[in-house]
Protein backbone atom coordinates (compact mmCIF):
# COMPACT_ATOMS: atom_id res chain seq x y z
CA UNK A 1 0.00 0.00 0.00
CA UNK A 2 1.05 4.00 -1.46
CA UNK A 3 0.06 6.72 0.73
CA UNK A 4 -0.29 9.65 -1.49
CA UNK A 5 -0.45 13.31 0.23
CA UNK A 6 -0.39 16.33 -1.92
CA UNK A 7 0.27 19.66 -0.61
CA UNK A 8 1.12 23.12 -2.43
CA UNK A 9 -2.45 24.19 -4.17
CA UNK A 10 -4.03 27.65 -3.44
CA UNK A 11 -5.37 30.23 -5.28
CA UNK A 12 -3.19 32.80 -7.54
CA UNK A 13 -3.67 34.75 -10.08
CA UNK A 14 -3.44 34.16 -13.90
CA UNK A 15 0.02 34.36 -14.43
CA UNK A 16 1.38 33.38 -11.54
CA UNK A 17 2.90 30.11 -10.56
CA UNK A 18 2.47 27.08 -8.06
CA UNK A 19 4.57 24.03 -6.90
CA UNK A 20 2.44 21.07 -5.85
CA UNK A 21 4.23 18.42 -4.20
CA UNK A 22 3.40 14.48 -3.16
CA UNK A 23 5.06 12.87 -0.52
CA UNK A 24 5.21 8.98 -0.68
CA UNK A 25 6.46 8.01 2.50
CA UNK A 26 8.38 4.95 2.11
CA UNK A 27 11.36 2.77 0.94
CA UNK A 28 9.19 1.79 -2.56
CA UNK A 29 8.36 5.00 -3.81
CA UNK A 30 11.28 4.90 -6.26
CA UNK A 31 9.52 1.70 -7.60
CA UNK A 32 6.69 3.71 -8.81
CA UNK A 33 5.60 5.91 -11.81
CA UNK A 34 4.04 8.97 -10.78
CA UNK A 35 1.56 10.89 -12.47
CA UNK A 36 -0.66 14.07 -11.81
CA UNK A 37 -3.61 14.28 -12.77
CA UNK A 38 -6.68 16.87 -12.60
CA UNK A 39 -10.64 17.27 -12.42
CA UNK A 40 -12.33 20.23 -13.22
CA UNK A 41 -15.99 20.81 -11.77
CA UNK A 42 -18.24 18.89 -14.09
CA UNK A 43 -15.19 17.28 -16.06
CA UNK A 44 -13.94 14.17 -16.76
CA UNK A 45 -10.60 13.60 -14.69
CA UNK A 46 -7.67 13.87 -16.86
CA UNK A 47 -3.92 13.45 -17.34
CA UNK A 48 -1.37 16.10 -17.09
CA UNK A 49 1.80 15.27 -16.66
CA UNK A 50 3.92 11.53 -15.70
CA UNK A 51 7.33 11.40 -14.89
CA UNK A 52 9.26 7.49 -15.04
CA UNK A 53 10.98 6.02 -12.31
CA UNK A 54 14.34 7.36 -12.18
CA UNK A 55 13.26 11.10 -13.77
CA UNK A 56 14.94 10.09 -17.03
CA UNK A 57 11.19 10.32 -19.27
CA UNK A 58 8.51 13.03 -18.51
CA UNK A 59 5.44 13.31 -20.70
CA UNK A 60 3.26 16.33 -20.84
CA UNK A 61 -0.62 17.04 -21.71
CA UNK A 62 -0.52 19.30 -25.03
CA UNK A 63 -2.13 22.14 -23.03
CA UNK A 64 0.61 22.43 -20.12
CA UNK A 65 3.66 21.77 -22.49
CA UNK A 66 6.22 24.77 -21.82
CA UNK A 67 4.03 25.32 -18.79
CA UNK A 68 4.42 22.63 -16.14
CA UNK A 69 7.23 20.72 -15.19
CA UNK A 70 6.90 17.34 -13.63
CA UNK A 71 10.28 15.93 -11.08
CA UNK A 72 10.99 13.23 -8.50
CA UNK A 73 13.49 13.38 -5.21
CA UNK A 74 13.85 9.68 -5.16
CA UNK A 75 16.08 10.14 -1.91
CA UNK A 76 12.93 12.82 -0.52
CA UNK A 77 10.34 10.30 -1.63
CA UNK A 78 8.35 13.14 -2.73
CA UNK A 79 7.13 14.19 -6.36
CA UNK A 80 6.65 18.06 -7.89
CA UNK A 81 4.51 19.27 -10.48
CA UNK A 82 6.28 22.87 -11.25
CA UNK A 83 3.31 25.31 -12.78
CA UNK A 84 3.96 28.63 -14.26
CA UNK A 85 2.02 30.80 -16.89
CA UNK A 86 -0.80 29.52 -14.84
CA UNK A 87 -4.35 30.21 -16.80
CA UNK A 88 -8.58 29.86 -15.18
CA UNK A 89 -8.44 26.99 -17.23
CA UNK A 90 -5.88 25.10 -15.05
CA UNK A 91 -8.41 25.39 -12.11
CA UNK A 92 -9.01 21.96 -11.09
CA UNK A 93 -8.76 19.63 -7.98
CA UNK A 94 -5.00 18.23 -8.62
CA UNK A 95 -4.27 14.11 -7.64
CA UNK A 96 -1.13 12.83 -7.78
CA UNK A 97 -1.16 8.93 -8.76
CA UNK A 98 1.02 6.02 -8.46
CA UNK A 99 1.33 3.46 -10.70
CA UNK A 100 3.33 0.04 -9.78
CA UNK A 101 3.91 -1.32 -13.47
CA UNK A 102 4.87 0.39 -16.60
CA UNK A 103 1.72 1.36 -18.53
CA UNK A 104 0.14 3.97 -20.34
CA UNK A 105 1.39 6.41 -18.30
CA UNK A 106 -1.47 8.74 -19.88
CA UNK A 107 -4.55 6.34 -18.54
CA UNK A 108 -5.79 6.66 -14.88
CA UNK A 109 -6.02 2.89 -15.50
CA UNK A 110 -2.35 1.98 -15.47
CA UNK A 111 -2.14 3.74 -11.47
CA UNK A 112 -2.95 1.84 -8.51
CA UNK A 113 -2.47 4.41 -5.60
CA UNK A 114 -3.82 7.94 -5.67
CA UNK A 115 -3.92 11.00 -3.37
CA UNK A 116 -6.72 12.50 -1.76
CA UNK A 117 -6.09 15.85 -4.26
CA UNK A 118 -5.34 19.34 -3.82
CA UNK A 119 -7.36 22.38 -5.35
CA UNK A 120 -5.72 24.49 -7.47
CA UNK A 121 -7.82 28.03 -8.19
CA UNK A 122 -6.33 30.62 -11.02
CA UNK A 123 -8.37 33.60 -11.10
CA UNK A 124 -8.69 35.95 -14.39
Known amino acids: QVQLVESGGGLVQAGGSLRLSCEAPGRTFRRYVLGWFRQAPGKEREFVAAVSWNGGSTYYTDSVKGRFTISRDNAKATAYLQMNSLQPEDTAVYYC?????????????????WGQGTQVTVSS
Open 97 to 113: AAAANWGDPYSPRAYDY
